[in-house]
């Protein structure tokens, strides 16, 4: 069964970096990011686990915790978080999991089509083991994506997906096409003109259902 917005996140309880951890428990009050990779000393994951090491501040701020998901063991996962140091210049000390026995994989529907999963699996066999999810502190889905193995993703795409959730978290706003931190915001139509300067200050109306405002601070 596929997970899908506004779902309950699966629940989960594994074994990984940071010792045996409960995915909800472990996300609290927090917002949380689960990422997916199909094996461990691969080259297109070392980048991306590289890169999410980098941003730990930037998660940091946002009140916003990251756990990687591999189909290989912890003990291979302590030895390749060296690899990822060396290459990023950053210690990847938040947890990756063990998910040797595919079991969190198929219950957030991570695999391919037809995967083909021999005991010594490649990282071809479980090749769309490669996505995003962002869950809310109520533990919903909040966004979902996947990649190709030859299309590495782009960490500062989801940064920006990130704000743009909690900037209209439980408010009448969206974001428009390509809106960046700083831009403004879309009015809900759930609210009328009047509703909309009452609970947002001036609003800059480009069509009757498209309406603009400042975007409030987080």
């Known amino acids: 069964m596929s997970v899908r917005i506004d779902d309950i996140a699966p629940d989960f309880t594994v074994d990984s970096t940071a010792g045996k951890l409960n995915l909800h428990e ?3 009050d927090s917002y949380a990011i689960l990422f997916s990779h199909p094996k461990d000393f691969t080259p297109v994951c070392t980048t991306e686990f590289g890169a999410v090491a980098r941003l730990a501040p930037e998660f940091a701020k946002r009140n916003t915790k990251v756990m990687g998901v591999s189909v290989d063991s912890v003990e291979e996962h302590v030895k390749w978080q060296r690899d990822i140091e060396a290459f990023s210049g950053a210690p990847a ?101 009047e509703q909309a300067k009452k609970e947002f200050g001036d609003i800059d109306i480009k069509l009757p259902y498209l309406r603009f405002a400042k975007a409030p601070a987080k």
């Open 26 to 28: 472990w996300i609290g």
């Open 93 to 193: 000390d938040f947890p990756i999991i063990d998910d040797t026995s595919l079991e969190v994989s198929k219950l957030y529907d991570m695999l391919p089509a037809g995967a083909y999963l021999p005991e010594s699996r490649t990282a071809a066999d479980s090749a769309t083991v490669r996505t995003v999810f962002i869950i809310g502190p109520d533990k919903k889905v909040r966004l979902t994506m996947s990649y190709p193995m030859s299309v590495g993703r782009n960490f500062a795409e989801i940064m920006r997906a990130l704000d743009a959730i909690q900037i209209t978290d439980g408010v009448a706003l969206a974001t428009p096409a390509d809106w960046v931190p700083g831009e403004d915001v879309i009015v809900g139509l759930s609210l009328n003109d």
